[in-house]
């Protein structure tokens, strides 16, 4: 007897989402651009897939990136996914030894105990099913976490949980009955026959001392089998679809392929890899400083997957990256935002479910309709001098000018023969109207900036501002090297054209987020100022450091939030009570400095004041500035 | 022609009807904080586009204010989103957000004179 009515659903389910997942992941690769469809052959057979083997192991089924950042939470998606996990390894294992033959459905291993109730009586058989009561306990105890955190997120470590829709709702119910539904139709069955281990047979033997186990088991093998199947044709619709999804994201970046600045089949399989574990609202300062928690990244994939419109969503963001860094699966979140941006955010819903299922690119490719006519036609024509270094303050750095006025000092100093290259007010870089999404307006002053750059001569380009540092190197084709003015001066102090007092000040230093985690310049500004100065941690330092609350990224953030963001950051970098406040970004030292008394400077303002004035011949490759070059400034 | 230096002036009266506050209502409805302009300049001051061309955003807040949408609906074009503006102004008016609705509204009622 190897058959009952009640295993249909199950495998309605099962065999659904088998060739459901198997179909999409045709039309993904069929949807890949030609360079990543020969990325991923190339990983297939190289280095990349053993990498992802190993990776999925670590990271779909131990999630050791969460089990890091929170144990309790890491312990409760581990306890589901490799308990699961588990569970279904040493069933099938456990069909093909004691079954009646080898190589057996699946159905025969989910339902074992309903095809063998007798199983479990000799030593070797009990056993293992001592092993099988031991992962169940494992994935109940996962489960209690997870009910618990539902209705306190507090519980396991996490300030904030998701919110969830009706049919998370459902696949989640579902979800929460697979294993108690498990574990009662064990327990009754193996209670009515005498066998199971330490929790299937304790617990059925107790029920079968008051109830007819062997009849009430029945109804809790068909609440299984009708939870699993459920849980199964709900999944492509929920957030469980990261399931499987997870699984081609870790292959997929593992050969190479990036999320870009298109919509495409990538950020397609990112958007559907969110779990919704909730890391990123926890990270969020929007969430903990300032306390809106609707436009984080968790929801912003979630409106995604829905297809809504998240115009609300991807301007109300620092786009700072602090969720970027900790996202447990790797998704590319901020990318993902600008793609968002770049089509303003516009979706178009999902109206009925038979669109949930058959969608295959929730994110919208449809910009905006582009402006009949050139904005910026006014720009005059400049012609520029001729330098070796060109030196563009930014538009931030004109509102502070006592960084533009160290940078001038330092750049004499350093004898070369530089120029400014927007002395009396340069042209925007243009990353402001990228970040809010118009990429075709931004391309008309970087076209004005890069011809002034090409002009100049120059080989190097030196930056004050972040926010330029960032969309010089990536978005403009230039054959120059950029630099931010922190870089340049560890490369002066390195090569010691510049000497430099040490100051005997103890300093904390504000990472800036277009210079840290966007561009990945952390140590060139700390080097700086260990060089000058007595450089101390805040505990937010490097990936895990704060947003000043000033960026231009976010268009909706009001100006009472935006101090709130100010002054936790302020907080946090005047604790250890140092004499200044250290940041390498203009709009940084703006936003912070109104938030604290101690005084806020730019590192070049630090490196500045410590300069030793040139002596005669006591230096080394010390050039004295033409005068002629420099007698403007 | 004889230019005798006499001319027929326009008759000075301003025709509260041609005025449409519809941009000024839009815009006040999505960005809540244009409504705390008290139209000091700074923004016009320190701006980068200011720098090269006519363009005030003060003048711009003023005259959509008052319903006179044809001006700004052309300028509004010129600013780059610096962020500048959002720095200097006193009232901490998201002055950024305020040209990206002033945008829509002009596109959205057909007043953008591009």
New interface residues.
């Given amino acids: 007897m190897h058959f009952d009515p009640f295993i249909i659903p199950f495998n309605i389910g099962l065999y659904f989402i088998l060739i459901y997942v198997v179909g999409r992941s045709i039309i993904w690769f069929r949807n890949l651009s030609r360079p990543d469809k020969l990325r991923l052959q190339r990983g297939f057979f190289g280095m990349a897939f053993g990498q992802s083997l190993k990776e999925i192991f670590l990271e779909s089924l131990i999630h050791r990136k969460i089990l890091k950042t929170n144990l309790r939470l890491g312990y409760m998606h581990m306890s589901l996914a490799f308990g699961w996990f588990l569970l279904i390894l040493f069933g099938t294992i456990e069909a093909d030894i004691f079954g009646s033959h080898h190589l057996n459905p699946p159905h025969m291993a989910i339902f074992f105990r309903f095809f063998n109730p007798d199983h479990g009586k000799t030593a070797f058989e009990n056993g293992y099913a001592f092993l099988m009561d031991l992962v169940l306990a494992f994935i109940l105890s996962g489960l209690i976490l997870a009910i618990i955190k539902r209705f306190s997120s507090k519980s396991v470590g996490m300030k904030k949980t998701t919110r969830l829709k009706h049919l998370d709702k459902i696949a989640l119910a579902s979800l929460w009955l697979i294993f108690p539904s498990r574990l009662l139709a064990e327990s009754l069955t193996s209670g009515a026959y005498g066998t199971g281990s330490f929790l299937t047979g304790t617990l059925g033997a107790w029920f079968n001392s008051f109830l007819p186990a062997k009849q009430a088991a029945y109804p809790f093998w068909w609440l299984y089998s009708l939870s699993l199947g459920t849980f199964f044709v709900l999944l492509p619709l929920t957030r469980y679809m990261h399931i499987p999804t997870e699984l081609f994201l870790i292959f997929m970046r593992n050969s190479g392929i990036r999320t870009g600045d298109k919509a495409g089949t990538y950020s397609e399989v990112e958007v559907h890899s969110c779990s919704s574990c909730g890391i990123c609202i926890d990270a969020c300062q929007m969430s903990f400083s300032a306390g809106i928690n609707n436009i984080q990244s968790a929801y912003l994939l979630k409106a995604i997957r829905k297809d809504e419109d998240t115009s609300g969503i991807v301007f109300n963001c620092l786009m700072c990256g602090r969720c970027d860094v900790k996202c447990p699966v790797g998704i590319e979140l901020t990318s993902i935002r600008m793609i968002q941006r770049r089509a303003a955010g516009a979706g178009n819903g999902i109206h009925n479910i038979w669109h949930g299922y058959l969608r295959t690119n929730p994110v919208p490719v449809t910009a905006k309709q582009p ?3 050139p ?2 036609d ?3 024509a400049r012609k520029p001098e001729k330098a070796d270094i060109l030196y563009f303050a930014g ?2 750095t ?2 502070t000018p006592s960084i533009k006025n160290s940078m001038v000092k330092i750049l004499d100093a350093s004898g070369m023969k530089w120029s400014f290259m927007d002395e ?5 870089c ?1 990353r ?2 990228m970040l ?1 999404g ?1 990429d075709r307006e931004a391309r008309e ?1 970087i076209n004005f900036n890069s011809r002034l750059i090409w002009k100049s001569g120059a080989h190097t380009l030196v930056t004050s501002c972040p926010i330029c540092y960032k969309v010089f190197r990536e978005s403009y084709y230039l054959d120059v090297e950029v630099l931010h003015h922190t870089q340049f001066i560890k490369q002066l102090i390195e090569d010691e054209t510049v000497k430099m007092n040490y100051l005997n000040k103890r300093v904390t230093y504000h990472s800036p987020c277009e210079l840290g985690r966007n561009s990945g310049v952390y140590d060139e500004p700390k080097e700086v100022l260990r060089h000058v100065a007595d450089l101390e941690k805040t505990g937010y330092d490097d990936g895990n450091s704060l947003c000043c609350g ?1 960026s ?1 990224a976010n ?6 939030d935006k101090h709130k963001i100010a002054s936790f950051a302020a907080a946090a970098l005047s604790a250890p009570a140092p004499d200044y406040i250290a940041t390498a970004c203009p ?1 940084c030292k ?1 936003t912070i400095s109104a938030e604290t008394k101690i005084r806020v400077a730019d590192i070049a303002e630090i490196v500045a004041e410590s300069i030793v004035k040139p002596v005669a011949n006591g230096m080394k490759k010390q050039r004295i500035p033409n005068p002629i070059e420099t007698s403007k400034v | 022609m004889n230019r005798f230096g006499y001319s027929l002036s326009k008759a000075r009266v301003i025709d509260y009807d041609a005025n449409n506050h519809a941009v000024a209502e839009y815009i006040a409805e999505k960005e809540p ?1 244009f409504r705390l302009c008290i139209a000091c300049g700074g923004c016009a001051a ?1 701006c ?1 586009t200011g ?3 006519e363009f005030s955003l003060r003048e711009i807040n003023i005259l959509i204010h008052r319903g006179e949408n044809r001006k700004p609906g052309s300028d509004i ?2 600013c ?5 503006c959002i ?2 102004c006193p009232r ?1 008016v ?1 002055t ?2 305020v040209v ?1 609705t002033a945008r829509e509204a002009f596109k959205k009622f057909g007043i ?1 004179a ?1």
């Fill in positions: 402006a009949s006519k904005s910026y006014f720009l005059p538009c931030m004109h509102l009396d007010g340069g042209v925007c243009g402001p109207l809010a118009n002053l000033g231009l268009l909706r953030l009001q100006s009472p709009l703006k | 904080s320190t980068t720098n090269f061309t074009r010129k780059m989103l610096c962020g500048k720095l200097v901490g998201n950024r957000n990206i953008n591009l």
